[in-house]
T-cell receptor, first 115, second 115 residues
Framework: AQSVTQPDIHITVSEGASLELRCNYS??????LFWYVQSPGQGLQLLLK??????LVQGIKGFEAEFKRSQSSFNLRKPSVHWSDAAEYFC?????????????FGAGTRLAVHP | NAGVTQTPKFQVLKTGQSMTLQCAQD?????MYWYRQDPGMGLRLIYY???????DKGEVPNGYNVSRLNKREFSLRLESAAPSQTSVYFC??????????????FGPGTRLTVL
């Protein structure tokens, strides 16, 4: 069955440290890949997306993600985290399932940033 | 340009009561979606409207109905609320219904509690 896994429910990093959030998917074809961020009390905002081409994609707020087909992964990275990055991060995969194209979301990773 | 707006922001219902969640977008998007977000489960699609005049079931449609009132507005109705429908509800829109590839823009959410 198609699925999206974010192995880390909570991550805590210090401000200025690097960050990597993991995302793995299960899907037989080439997926379309997204990372969204949800700040407390807010809706989801698109950070970046991958459809094709260069497997390293740049997004807003200094985030980047790398698609690795062999590992079925699309991990999100940031070299230096800011306190304002504290939020919940969702990986989503676009796929054809159940008769229509849809987005499948992971369960999310909540990021806390220590000063 | 408000993007996607949702009303109300918060709602408490008693079991068996009915209510309608309202969503509107001002981006002239063709497609609209309703999701629910539950802890540890990410977002799950309830219903979607690929274009004005059409609606279809998503992953978890039971207990809900929708109306695409016009191109701007897409409402979600709970006819007889149950505690299992306690959740945060998000409306989203996209320019067209490619589903797996379109960027979806999200509203701020409605937090619903059913007692």
């Amino acid at each position: 069955a198609q699925s999206v896994t974010q192995p880390d429910i909570h991550i805590t990093v210090s401000e200025g440290a690097s960050l990597e959030l993991r995302c793995n998917y299960s899907y037989g074809a080439t997926p379309y890949l997204f990372w969204y961020v949800q700040s407390p009390g807010q809706g989801l905002q698109l950070l970046l997306k991958y459809f094709s081409g260069d497997t390293l994609v740049q997004g807003i707020k200094g985030f980047e993600a790398e698609f690795k087909r062999s590992q079925s992964s699309f991990n999100l990275r940031k070299p230096s985290v800011h306190w304002s990055d504290a939020a919940e991060y969702f990986c989503a995969v676009g796929m054809f399932s159940g008769g229509y194209n849809k987005l499948i979301f992971g369960a999310g990773t909540r990021l806390a940033v220590h000063p | 340009n408000a993007g996607v707006t949702q009303t109300p922001k918060f709602q408490v219902l008693k079991t068996g009561q009915s209510m309608t969640l309202q969503c509107a977008q001002d981006m002239n998007h063709n497609s609209m979606y309703w999701y629910r977000q539950d802890p540890g489960m990410g977002l799950r699609l309830i219903y979607y409207s690929a274009s004005e005049g059409t609606t279809d079931k998503g992953e978890v449609p039971n207990g809900y109905n929708v109306s695409r009132l016009n191109k701007r507005e897409f409402s979600l109705r709970l006819e007889s609320a149950a505690p299992s429908q306690t959740s945060v509800y998000f409306c989203a829109s996209s320019e067209r219904f490619q589903g797996s590839t379109d960027t979806q823009y999200f509203g701020p959410g409605t937090r619903l509690t059913v007692l």
